[in-house]
């Protein structure tokens, strides 16, 4: 009869370092999916938010000097900036676009319109049919933030638009030959008629969802050119 005999200790550590092993190699594979995961969410949460970004100011660029009905309103109604649009001194009469230079990368940009049944219209969830409205877009907190005024009730709306958002800067495409064409794009400050408005260049710097990769720089930038359909 045999003697039995069990597993010596050197064996005994040759398997436990070998499954300690195996268990590392585990445990990098599941990091290292973990960490592609992560990444790949970053980048589709930014992505959406540069779309939206871009779908609401192309949205509110092309609805400027909007009025709903053209058989009882004219463009008229934008003529008297006091009596009709008293929000901020940044309209001069019949002006449906304004903006201001910022220091750095803080443009703002100002929209106004008389608001309809569109569900396109304005910031805030809902808008009074018949009131005149003016919404001013900057960066804030690291948001695209939105004061949404109603200039006819006088109620204010602060809204936090779209997270992520680390600067804007804003250019005008104006025709300065009278061609009917863009010619030069400039700063809101350097704009000195806003009737030869065009187009709006508007680009948003993004936090970067890779930063801190090799490589990667802090943000990303964003531009879109929007054509703008309302003149003075």
């Given at each position: ?100 230079t910022g220091t750095g990368n803080n443009d703002s940009l100002s929209v106004r319109f008389i608001a ?23 960066v804030s907190g690291g948001y695209l933030t939105c004061n949404e005024t109603d200039n006819t009730s ?73 054509p703008y359909m309302v003149g003075l």
């Amino acid at each position: 009869m045999k003697t039995q005999r069990g597993f010596s200790l050197i064996e005994l550590m040759v398997a436990i370092a070998i499954g300690l092993l195996l268990l590392f190699g585990l445990d990098m594979v599941f990091v290292t999916m973990n960490q592609t995961y992560t990444l790949r969410q970053k980048l589709s949460s930014f992505q959406d938010n540069e779309r939206m970004t871009m779908w609401i100011l192309a949205s509110s660029i092309r609805n400027a000097g909007y009025f709903p009905n053209p058989v009882s309103t004219t463009p008229m109604v934008f003529t008297n900036a006091v009596a009709s649009f008293p929000e901020s001194g940044a309209f001069s009469a019949g002006q449906s676009l304004s903006g201001t230079t910022g220091t750095g990368n803080n443009d703002s940009l100002s929209v106004r319109f008389i608001a309809s049944t569109s569900a396109f219209q304005g910031c805030s969830a809902q808008l009074n049919q018949g009131d005149r409205y003016t919404d001013t877009f900057s960066v804030s907190g690291g948001y695209l933030t939105c004061n949404e005024t109603d200039n006819t009730s006088g109620v204010v709306n602060a809204v936090n638009l779209i997270a992520g958002v680390s600067g804007m800067v804003v250019r005008y495409g104006v025709d300065t030959t009278g061609a009917g064409s863009v010619t030069q794009y400039q700063s809101a400050s350097s704009v000195s008629l806003w009737s030869a408005v065009k187009t709006v260049k508007a680009t948003l710097q993004f936090v970067n969802p890779l930063q801190g990769q090799p490589g990667q720089a802090a943000t990303i930038s964003v531009s879109q050119t929007i054509p703008y359909m309302v003149g003075l």
